[in-house]
C-alpha cells in the first residue's frame, strides 16, 4: 500500500507566476483534499475532489484552482502568486465519508518572492 | 477560520511523563481527529473520535470528547523524545461533505 505523494518538495517562485502542484493519492482513495499551512498555524482547507468533481472548497480566491484525474492523483494550480501564498501546501487522501481518518502527503514548501 | 483551538500553545516535560493537549471548538461535529505533525512536514493521523464517543485508547494515546462543551484532550503517556512534534485538533463538521478543520496545534517539546 503505497501513501500519498507530493512533487515537488519545495519550490520557489517569483510574484505573479503561476505554479502548478502534484499529489498521487493513497491506493484505493477517491478523495483528495488540499490544504495550505503558513507558519505557525494549522492547515487551512482550500478545497476538495470526489471522483473529478470539486465538492467542497474554504475561503481561497478563484485564482486557487484544481483537477483530479481519473487515477485520483491531482493538481493544485495556483495563478498570480503573491507574497502571502508562500506556505506549506498539503495533499491529503481518503476513502470518502466522514468518520475515516486521511493520509497526508509530506507537502510542498512554496516560496514566492 | 480556525474552528478548534488547543491549548497550550507549547508544552515542554521530561521522558516518562505524561502530556495532556486540550482542543475546544465551536460548532456541532462528526467526528474529532488528532494528527501529528514532525518539522513541518506531513501530518500523521493518530485517532479519530466520532461524536457518539466519550473515550478511545490507541497504544500510549487516551483521547476523550465532550460534545457538551465542545472540547477534547489528548493524553500521551510516558512520553519520549521521539513524540516530540506539534500536535493538531482537526474537526469533521457535519456540513454535506468530509472535510477537516484545524487548531492553531500545541508544540510538544519531550526532553531526555
Known amino acids: 500500500e503505497t501513501g500519498v505523494t507530493q512533487s515537488p518538495t519545495h519550490l520557489i517562485k517569483t510574484r505573479g507566476q503561476q505554479v502548478t502542484l502534484r499529489c498521487s493519492s493513497q491506493s484505493g482513495h477517491n478523495t483528495v483534499s488540499w490544504y495550505q499551512q503558513a507558519l505557525g498555524q494549522g492547515p487551512q482547507f482550500i478545497f476538495q475532489y470526489y471522483r473529478e468533481e470539486e465538492n467542497g472548497r474554504g475561503n481561497f480566491p478563484p485564482r486557487f484552482s484544481g483537477l483530479q484525474f481519473p487515477n485520483y492523483s491531482s493538481e493544485l494550480n495556483v495563478n498570480a502568486l503573491e507574497l502571502d501564498d508562500s506556505a506549506l501546501y498539503l495533499c491529503a487522501s481518503s476513502s470518502g465519508g466522514s468518520g475515516y481518518g486521511y493520509t497526508f502527503g509530506s507537502g510542498t514548501r512554496l516560496t514566492v518572492v | ?112
Open chain 2, 1 to 112: 477560520s480556525q474552528q478548534g483551538e488547543e491549548d497550550p500553545q507549547a508544552l515542554s516535560i521530561q521522558e516518562g511523563e505524561n502530556a495532556t493537549m486540550n482542543c475546544s471548538y465551536k460548532t456541532s461535529i462528526n467526528n474529532l481527529q488528532w494528527y501529528r505533525q514532525n518539522s513541518g512536514r506531513g501530518l500523521v493521523h493518530l485517532i479519530l473520535i466520532r461524536s457518539n464517543e466519550r473515550e478511545k485508547h490507541s497504544g500510549r494515546l487516551r483521547v476523550t470528547l465532550d460534545t457538551s462543551k465542545k472540547s477534547s484532550s489528548l493524553l500521551i503517556t510516558a512520553s519520549r523524545a521521539a513524540d516530540t512534534a506539534s500536535y493538531f485538533c482537526a474537526t469533521d463538521m457535519n456540513s454535506g461533505y468530509s472535510t477537516l478543520t484545524f487548531g492553531k496545534g500545541t508544540m510538544l517539546l519531550v526532553s531526555p
